[in-house]
């Protein structure tokens, strides 16, 4: 217990990790911020700066940037209408008019309160479960891990993106993707093309960074001429009865946020907007009419967005499985320093969960402090170019993909899928699902075979197994339900029910 | 009542066809793992994928079927010159040849000198001149690269 609390409170005592906190979220703010700069993004590219580093001070960093990017998307959702992060889509709903009305300050202040109330919730329920969920996943079978891995496919895939096709194909490619280069039970070449260069794999930090890098450099030349509009901001402290007006509302929201959150591959943009379609349906007199500057379309999606954080890493800590794109790049980050993401980091390296909890409560902290102050220099800073920004992300992704492993091949593969993720971008597919089939592929695939050994390689076997098993049978019930629910089966059947 | 037409980008039917190949040359890559197919193998769950993918460029492919290109795009070469104008922009092209050129340049020259070049250029050809401004943003932007990643970071350059 007493070692649990002095890995809590140790980002709270140690200055560098303080001071690295509070930077990471100073910085996420204003990336979250600068639209065509993403959190995932600079999580990617900064897990090849930071690998020589202590594991804490690495992770210091990424919590910071994750937490203060999440809720800075909001900031530039509400004053200029354009969000800096998918989880703001939603905020620009109610933020902009609320900015047209000349409120913007006051709505900047709620939403930073809301945002510190989900992180807060967040994190409350990630250190209350993930360790009872990690005991408990101690009794997975090979292939219930296996099932999950799909659910989480198959969720991001139909949550994400044009349609469902596309999000299977995008996580399929990922996936593909990621299991390239030598097989770690046969050392046979899988998906090489003969070449020895492909003997290793492909790097997944090369991948993510030209996927979230490069891709998205190439895609904002289009948004070149885009002029930023300036905006006048005054006093953002919100008063306390608006505060205790809008608790039950973030309150809920908050639950929302982290439940949204854990399911792996979804996210704050998916929770943010399940978190406003509930607002919409429960609050029967908002301030004013949805869409039109109501308070309640600001606090449900920023307290839900948030929470999600805490949610996203409830799966990652126990499970091995991102709850979105960034604890997917985080898994990698984790990797990278020779740890276990999984119910084995519980028991093998406990401090780093509890590291966690504690880094992203004072995170929070940090939030209020930077969330409600220096908005001048803020409105000055987001206003930088395009033409300034693009060239410099290019030069960031160069020196990411360069220093993980000295090679300039991985530059090179970075390009590519930098070139490749453009394409996909421009024609509706998503990256997060790529992202999260590289980190689950080889894992699906790890479990599958563990599952087709455990039943002497018999097909009938392993698929009746997935039924006769009561936490298999859930799972693949779930499974099935989440597939049919995007086909066309859904609607014949609602068809049919309305008709009775 | 007129029915709602869904349109398809410029290119993207081509796009989609390319992903279609793509998947028959994974699962053909992934046949030849164990030049078969084993349920429980190296090469299983990559076959399985390989499917997967194929299946899915399929069902990407079909839903087309009720799609129509852009109302002002009456034939195909019209779809072709409105893809170049959307997607070959002259910026979009110098752009992403300088960038390969600067990874180039990387190998040839040192890291700080390309940087500096690349950079510089981008600034001017995107800002359209001003070339005093761009030549000390790009000074500050060495300097701050230098600082992060050579003092702070100490990463390994190119």
Request: proline residues 5%; hydrophobic residues 55%; charged residues 10%.
């Amino acid at each position: 217990m007493s070692d649990s609390l002095s890995y809590l409170l140790m980002a709270w005592l140690d200055p560098s990790l303080l001071g690295l906190t509070a930077l990471g979220v100073l910085g996420g703010i204003y990336i979250g911020a600068i639209p065509g700069l993403s959190v995932t993004m600079a999580v990617s590219i900064l897990i090849s700066f930071t690998f020589s580093w202590d594991i804490n001070n690495a992770l210091a960093l990424m919590v910071g940037i994750y937490v203060g990017g999440v809720y800075g998307g909001s900031r530039t959702a509400i004053l200029l209408n354009i969000p800096g992060a998918p989880s703001a889509v939603t905020t620009a709903f109610d933020g902009y008019p609320l900015a047209q009305r000349g409120e913007a300050g006051k709505a900047i202040g709620l939403s930073t309160i809301m945002s510190v109330i989900g992180g807060i919730m967040g994190t409350v329920v990630l250190a209350g479960t993930a360790p009872y969920l990690s005991d408990l996943s101690l009794q997975f079978a090979p292939r219930d891990y296996f099932l999950i891995a799909v659910l989480g496919l198959l969720l991001v895939s139909s949550l994400s993106g044009k349609s469902l096709a596309r999000g299977i194909f995008a996580v399929a490619l990922g996936a593909t993707i990621g299991l390239v280069g030598m097989d770690p039970v046969t050392a046979q070449p899988r998906l090489t093309m003969g070449s020895m260069e492909l003997m290793g794999g492909i790097s997944y930090v090369a991948v993510m960074i030209g996927l979230f890098g490069v891709a998205e450099a190439l895609y904002q030349l289009h948004n070149l001429a885009k002029v930023p509009v300036k905006q006048n901001v005054n006093k953002i402290v919100p008063p306390l009865n608006m505060i205790l007006k809008f608790l039950p509302l973030s309150m809920r929201a908050s639950l929302i946020g982290v439940i949204v959150g854990a399911l792996p591959g979804t996210g704050g943009d998916i929770a943010s907007l399940f978190a406003y379609d509930h607002a919409k349906r429960s609050v029967k007199n908002p301030s004013r009419p949805f869409g039109e500057g109501a308070y309640e379309g600001l606090v449900a999606p920023e307290t839900a967005n948030n929470a999600a954080v805490g949610g996203a890493y409830v799966p990652m800590l126990t499970l091995g499985m991102p709850g979105d794109a960034v604890t997917a790049v985080i898994i990698g980050a984790l990797v990278i320093h020779g740890l276990n993401p999984g119910p084995m980091l519980m028991i093998e390296t406990p401090y780093i969960f509890w590291f966690t909890v504690g880094n992203l409560a004072l995170a929070n902290i940090f939030l209020l402090i930077f969330g409600l102050t220096g908005i001048k220099i803020f409105s000055k800073i987001v206003e930088v170019p395009k033409s300034i920004l693009i060239p410099l992300i290019v030069v960031l992704c160069v020196v990411g993909a360069y220093s993980i492993n000295s090679n300039m091949m991985d530059v090179y593969w970075m390009l590519g899928f930098g070139i490749l993720g453009y394409w996909l971008k421009v024609f509706g597919f998503q990256m997060g699902p790529i992202i999260l089939g590289v980190i689950l592929g080889p894992m699906l695939d790890e479990s599958y075979r563990q599952a087709m050994s455990s039943v002497g390689d018999q097909g009938g076997q392993f698929l009746l197994s997935l039924f006769t098993n009561p936490l298999s049978l859930i799972l693949s019930s779930v499974t099935i339900l989440v597939l049919l629910s995007n086909t066309p089966l859904k609607g014949w059947v609602l068809a049919r029910f309305k008709r009775q | 009542m007129s029915k709602h037409i869904e349109r398809v980008q410029p290119g993207e039917k081509i796009f989609d066809w390319l992903l279609l190949l793509l998947s028959i040359g994974i699962l053909f890559e992934a046949f030849r793992i164990d030049g078969g197919l084993k349920l429980n193998s190296a090469g299983s769950f990559p076959v399985g994928l390989g499917l997967v993918m194929l299946a899915s460029s399929l069902a990407i492919l079909f839903s087309h079927r009720y799609k129509r290109r852009a109302e002002h795009l009456h034939h195909a070469a019209e779809e072709f010159q409105a893809f170049i104008r959307d997607h070959f922009k002259p910026y979009i092209v110098v752009f992403s040849v300088a960038a390969i050129l600067y990874l180039a340049a990387i190998v040839w020259f040192s890291f700080y000198l390309s940087t500096a070049v690349f950079l510089a250029a981008m600034f001017i050809f995107l800002r359209r001149g001003k070339i005093i401004s761009s030549l000390i943003i790009t000074a500050l932007a060495i300097g701050a690269i230098y600082a992060l990643f050579t003092l702070v970071f100490r990463v390994y350059l190119p």
